[in-house]
């Protein structure tokens, strides 16, 4: 089984649709897991930090399902600026590795 | 607000010559981090380095990589014998976990590598 693993997409959504990115881990002693955009050939940059109660950040809702290893990000209202690259990223215990799925690319057309 | 600088954006070598890569850190963060992602591929952890020294390195590091933080501010990778697989780009990342969970890492602007 892969460490991270995400929908393999490319999702293609119309403008204001919520969209649910899925994520399973394979460590169970993970602790940290986050959500990050990459634009294209751009440099990962963080969106949102995990924790096991959810959160929710304006449009973007986070969730964490540790004893099914799953992580959910949805966004709601999508906007094309929206449109990018979505990695799910887990700590790799027991040091301060990070490890990261394969991405899932979202376009939200206009 | 502070961020992970990296030199040179774009970096073109032979193949077989060496290249140094570098990066300047978040100044108060403690660990540090270079990943790679081949173009259309997913982001690789490299190596981790605390405390001055190696924690972590992963399969792809073998001996043709090194890391140095040869003063307080600069963080940097070596190849030394560029192949053309080495072709990437090349991202530093730098983390201050103050052992608590979620502590997030961040990245720099990256350094795309092209070996010909």
């Known amino acids: 089984r892969k460490e991270v693993e995400q929908d393999p997409g490319p999702f293609n959504v119309p403008e204001g649709a919520t969209v649910a990115f899925n994520c399973t881990y394979s460590n169970s002693a993970s602790q940290s897991f986050f959500w990050y955009r990459q634009d294209c050939r751009k440099e990962p940059k963080l969106l949102m930090s995990v924790y096991s109660s959810g959160n929710e950040d304006g449009r973007f809702t986070a969730q964490l399902n540790k004893a099914s290893q799953y992580v959910s990000l949805l966004i709601r209202d999508s906007q094309p600026s929206d449109s990018a690259t979505y990695l799910c990223?887990?700590?790799?215990?027991?040091?301060?590795?990070?490890?990261f799925g394969p991405g899932t690319r979202l376009s939200v057309l206009p | 607000e502070p961020e992970v600088t990296q030199t040179p954006s774009h970096q073109v070598t032979q193949m077989g010559q060496e290249v140094i890569l570098r990066c300047v850190p978040i100044s108060n963060h403690l660990y540090f981090y270079w990943y790679r992602q081949i173009l259309g591929q997913k982001v690789e952890f490299l190596v981790s380095f605390y405390n001055n020294e190696i924690s972590e390195k992963s399969e792809i590091f073998d001996d043709q990589f090194s890391v140095e933080r040869p003063d307080g501010s600069n963080f940097t990778l070596k190849i030394r014998s560029t192949k053309l697989e080495d072709s990437a780009m090349y991202f530093c990342?730098?983390?201050?976990?103050?052992?608590?969970?979620?502590?997030?890492?961040?990245f720099g602007q990256g350094t795309r590598l092209t070996v010909v």
């Open positions: 990342a730098s983390s201050d976990p103050l052992d608590r969970p979620n502590t997030e890492a961040f």
């Open positions: 990223v887990v700590n790799k215990p027991p040091g301060q590795n990070f490890v």
